[in-house]
Each structure stands twice: as C-alpha cells, then as structure tokens.
C-alpha cells in the first residue's frame, strides 16, 4: 500500500505570500494519478490539481502542480484570503484503491 | 448542474447496520465511476470504496473490506453503501463522489456531495 506523506502539518503565512506544499509518496506514484483537493471547514473538497499538474475547472491560475515519482508540490503564488484552508494529495494505486495524505493546513499568520 | 445528495446517516450501536445512499442528477450517472469517502470528526480524508460505471469493477479500503458493500442502480442514479458490522471507528461523515472522466483511472474526484454523518456509539 502506498502511504502518502504531506508537509509541513501546518503553513502559517500573509495574503499575498506564496505557499508551496510537499506530498511524499513511500513508492512511486504515476503522475497521471495524483491529485489535490482543498477543503474548508464544513465543506466538501474541491479539486484543485489532476494528473499531478493540471487544473481543474475553474481553478485560478494562481494554483499549479508539479513533481513527479515520489515527490509531488501544490504551489500557491499569491495567497488570497478564500485560500486559506486545509489540502490533500490523493494517490490512485490501480487495484490497491486510493490514498489521501492527512493534509496541509495553511492558516493565516 | 450536477447534484449527489447523501442520505441514509444516523445513530447506530456497534455491530449494527446501516445503508447509505446517494442520489445523483444532472448528468449521466452510467457513465461515470463512483466513490465513498468518509472524514472522521476532527480528522483528514480516508477513501471507502469505489465502483466503475458498470460495477464491472469495485475497490475497498483494507479498513472496510468484509464489512462494507457498495453498489449502484443506474436507473435509478442512485449510488450505495451498505455498512454491517459497524465500529466506533467507523463514525464520520461519508461524502459520495464523481469520479471525473478526464483523470486517468477514474483517480479525481470532481464533484462532491455535502455527506451525511454516521455515528456508532452505544
């Protein structure tokens, strides 16, 4: 099983500050299959990332994904106040199913 | 627009049994992988389940596998979660998901349902 691992726990930073968020992966991962998913408090997610680098519909530009292999990177550019929330990386492993990472939580320094 | 609203959550002792459901419209149910994802109260996402459009093909979480079953009527648009054997560790909000087509493998989730809690406690 494939144990994905999202640093740091927690990002404190500014509006307007760049956020750039870590998902590890314990083996290699296809990047076709790697996604990010924003969740606020009482919401469902929302996907942000698929394919490890595209955006999906709807999503600012202001979010990229990049990374292959093992190590995957969500980047925020410029944060804006709606972007302060908790984020996860989802891993797909053919029959072993799918995998979330616990998440980043970028709150407001 | 595209709606999944989960039903079927409540109150359960441990051991007991419970059946989720989850009513999609506004588009084409049939065409499209399914999925059950649960938060427990305070804590991050863990995927359940998920089954193809056709159920040819169904995954589950090593923590659910034997205690848990999905299914889908696609007639009736309508996705499935039948929970025995029920745990406290199984109380969370359970979230139904699309699966999107453009993601290899059916591997992101596009749209979302507002979930629906599950509690097992005595």
């Known amino acids: 099983e494939i144990v994905l691992t999202q640093s740091p726990g927690t990002l404190s930073l500014s509006p307007g500050e760049r956020a750039t968020l870590s998902c590890r992966a314990s083996q290699s991962v296809s990047s076709s299959y790697l996604a990010w998913y924003q969740q606020k408090p009482g919401q469902a997610p929302r996907l942000l990332i698929y394919g490890a680098s595209s955006r999906a519909t709807g999503i600012p530009d202001r979010f990229s994904g990049s990374g292959s292999g093992t190590d995957f990177t969500l980047t925020i550019s410029r944060l804006e106040p709606e972007d302060f929330a908790v984020y996860y990386c989802q ?19 | 627009e595209v709606q999944l609203v989960e039903s079927g959550g409540g109150l359960v002792k441990p051991g007991g049994s419970l059946r989720l459901s989850c009513a999609a419209s506004g588009f084409t149910f049939s065409s499209y992988s399914m999925n059950w994802v649960r938060q427990a109260p305070g804590k991050g996402l863990e995927w359940v389940s998920s089954i193809s459009s056709s159920s040819s093909y169904i995954y589950y979480a090593d923590s659910v596998k034997g205690r848990f079953t999905i299914s889908r009527d696609n007639a009736k648009n309508s996705l499935y979660l039948q929970m025995n054997s029920l745990r406290a560790e199984d109380t969370a909000v359970y979230y139904c998901a699309r699966s999107q087509l453009y993601c290899s493998g059916g591997s992101c989730y596009g749209y979302w349902g507002q979930g629906t809690l599950v509690t097992v406690s005595s």
């Not at chain 1, 891993?91 to 320094?109: C, E, L, M």
């Open chain 1, 91 to 109: 891993q797909y492993g053919s029959s072993r199913g799918f995998t979330f990472g616990p998440g980043t939580k970028v709150d407001i320094k």
